[in-house]
C-alpha cells in the first residue's frame, strides 16, 4: 500500500451526453478518492460524448502528468444499432490508449439496454453511477498501489 497520496495526480474525463447522470459518477469518485487516496488531485476534463473519451485518455496520459486516467460516460441503446458500435469503440479505445502508454485507463462506461428517460430510470443511473464512481476509486487505489508495490521490489533486486 502507498503511503501517500499527495503526488498522485488522476484526470478524471466526464462525456456531456447525460451528464445529469455521468457527473454522478465524478461525485462518487472524488468523495471515495477523498477517503481512500487523501491528498491526490483530481482534475476534470469534459467532452462532447463517450466515443471522444479515448483520444483525450491517450493524450492525458502521454502527458506524464496524470498517474490515472478514469473515463465516465452513459451509452444508451436508443434502438439503433450505433450503440453497440460506440460501445465497443470506447472500450477499445480506452484499452489501447492504456496500453499505448502504460498509464492506467479504467472505464466507468456503462451501456444500459432499454433506457428511456423518464424519472425512475434516470434516477436508478444516477444513484448507480455514485456507486461506480467510487467502484473506479477503488480500483485506482489497487492498481496504483499494486505498480508501487512493483517498484519496491525491482528497486529492491537492483539494489
Do not use: C
Not at 8 to 16: G, L, S, V
Not at 63 to 82: E, P
Not at 115 to 134: C, M, N, S, W, Y
Amino acid at each position: 500500500m502507498t503511503e501517500t497520496y499527495e503526488a498522485i495526480k488522476i484526470a478524471f474525463i466526464k462525456a456531456r451526453w447525460h451528464k445529469e447522470i455521468v457527473d454522478r459518477a465524478h461525485d462518487g469518485f472524488e468523495a471515495a478518492a477523498a477517503q481512500i487516496m487523501p491528498g491526490a488531485l483530481v482534475e476534470t476534463f469534459d467532452v462532447p460524448g463517450a466515443f471522444e473519451m479515448p483520444l483525450l485518455a491517450k493524450k492525458l496520459a502521454q502527458t506524464g502528468r496524470f498517474d490515472a486516467v478514469v473515463a465516465a460516460a452513459l451509452v444508451v441503446d436508443g434502438g439503433i444499432y450505433r450503440h453497440d458500435f460506440v460501445a465497443a469503440a470506447v472500450v477499445n479505445g480506452l484499452m489501447t490508449a492504456q496500453m499505448d502508454t502504460g498509464i492506467p485507463v479504467f472505464s466507468v462506461s456503462l451501456t444500459p439496454h432499454n433506457f428511456q428517460p423518464v424519472d425512475a430510470l434516470t434516477g436508478f443511473f444516477r444513484e448507480h453511477f455514485i456507486k461506480k464512481g467510487e467502484e473506479a476509486a477503488n480500483a485506482v487505489r489497487q492498481i496504483l498501489d499494486l505498480n508501487a508495490s512493483i517498484a519496491r521490489q525491482v528497486a529492491s533486486r537492483v539494489a
